[in-house]
């Protein structure tokens, strides 16, 4: 391998040229928009942790607040009272074994709990709440699958110079209790910075706040800290590094699971009422490296994997009855070999190889291929797709997304340099057996589009109607790599 990589836009440049050849051989692959193997490859991996900046609305940030018995005016979201509050605050102790102690060598902090938090305004506390699910849900829970968020004040923490708080985990308040989230408001504070770690990776506060005032997300005023939240779930362990300037003041909440989200199981639909822009829907920038490890997810996905493939074409129909939502024209239902999904990061063409996937990535690949239950059972492959959207020559997109697989390989090459009317090109026959038989037939592949991978947009048409010459027909297309599932033959 060359050390001079390719820079990623020439790579997306050269894919976008070798798919206008491939485009004319290789037959498409439908794509499924709502699976019950879509909702479990959701919740497989998050990222432990999120950081959102609360630069608005204004009712939010001048929500005003009071403490202690007396209710005293402790002021704003945005604008605390600083003395106000340390005037009503206590020390905080913490949990060590069973025991609750004080001790300001691991822990030095005030705070006030949520029986002494008042808010005169419970319409705006409730929106205030309803801002925080929403960000909670969308960062730390899969919205898709219908989970209900609570979130529940806990307490108000308050951090002078010196106060800090050493490495430890939330104790959880019951077993529904899922994630903290902290929303840091506007005081003026230097230096205790919260430190999140979980399964190897490490976050810091300061780098995030920096990071969003690059972005002039924030507007700097001194050293007062912008309105913030950040959720993690309470596996993460976290600390808060001592203040040396002014006071830290943070409203925690703790996110609460509503445990039954009444969900029914989906059955795979290629979606009846399809309207375009579901594979931009699809799509994110950048997906978060760090990842959050849900065994039960992972085993589901497998489960769910191994059950639509070991499926006769009989069964399938049965269990494809059960819904209104499958287009039943479909041939893809009636021989399935290959269930396949976006990765959902973002690799370069030549990258998209085990040894370099990244994240949830790495993670489904080695639970198929080396976990004892499906080593044995199940294929794994990985390839470069293309996932494209298209209207017809009246300009409607009613055909749904599909699929462009591509193929490695002398036999693949050769095809993709040929042109339309050339001769088929000589080849091998055993090699071109062989890659034949590592070929995926997109017949008969069952793709499942998931949320939230990295997909690069790398051509997109608006519709131009006939005008005397040929109609320009709209499209939207996108690149990434994939996984494709097959079961081993001798396990069938
Ligand atoms: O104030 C913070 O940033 C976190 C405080 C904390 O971890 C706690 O009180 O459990
Ligand atoms: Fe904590």
Known sequence: MSDSQPHDIQTYLSVRSQLKSLSTYRATGKIVLHSSLIDALARTSYSPWFFYSVDKPKEILDLGFQVGQNKAEAGTISSPNTSVILENAKPSSFGRGSETVYDPEYRKGLEIPAEEITFPNQKSFEDLKDLLTTEV???????????????????????????????????????????????FLGSDWEGGDLKLKHGGYEFAQREWIQKEEEEEFVTEDGNVMPVHLIGFYTDVEH???????????????????????????????????????????????????????????????????????????????????????????????????????????????????????????????EHFTTSQEFKDKFNVKLRPIVLVEETDYEGNWNTGPFFWIFESGNLA???????????????????????????????????HLIQGCSLQVIESEHYIEYTGNEAQLGNGKYFGGAMFVSMKKSSI
């Open 137 to 183: 849900s969308r960062k730390l829970f899969d919205k898709q699958t219908g989970i209900k968020l609570r979130l529940e004040l806990y307490k108000l923490a308050v951090y002078e110079e010196g106060g800090h708080f050493d490495w430890h985990m939330d104790t959880t308040h019951g077993d529904d209790h899922h994630a903290t989230a902290l929303l």
């Open 239 to 365: 600390k808060v590094e001592p203040v040396t300037k002014g006071t830290r003041i943070v409203l925690q909440f703790d996110v609460r699971v509503d445990s039954d989200p009444g969900s029914k199981g989906k059955s795979d639909s290629y979606e009846s009422t399809y309207t375009w822009g579901a594979l931009d829907n699809a799509r994110v920038i950048t997906a978060s490296l760090a990842v959050h490890r849900n065994q039960k997810a992972l085993d589901d996905v497998a489960q769910i994997i191994e059950q639509r493939l070991s499926e006769s074409p009989e069964q399938r129909q049965i269990s494809d009855d059960d819904s209104d939502d499958v287009n039943s024209d479909d041939a893809n239902s009636d021989d399935v070999e290959y269930i396949g999904f976006p990765l959902r990061h973002l690799y370069r063409l030549a990258s998209i190889r085990p040894e370099y996937l990244k994240g949830v990535d790495a993670m489904l690949y």
């Open 413 to 447: 090459r050769k095809n993709l340099k040929r042109k339309r009317g050339d001769e088929e090109p000589p080849v091998n026959e055993s090699d071109a057996a062989a890659e034949r038989s590592d070929y995926i037939d997109d017949e008969k592949t069952q793709f």
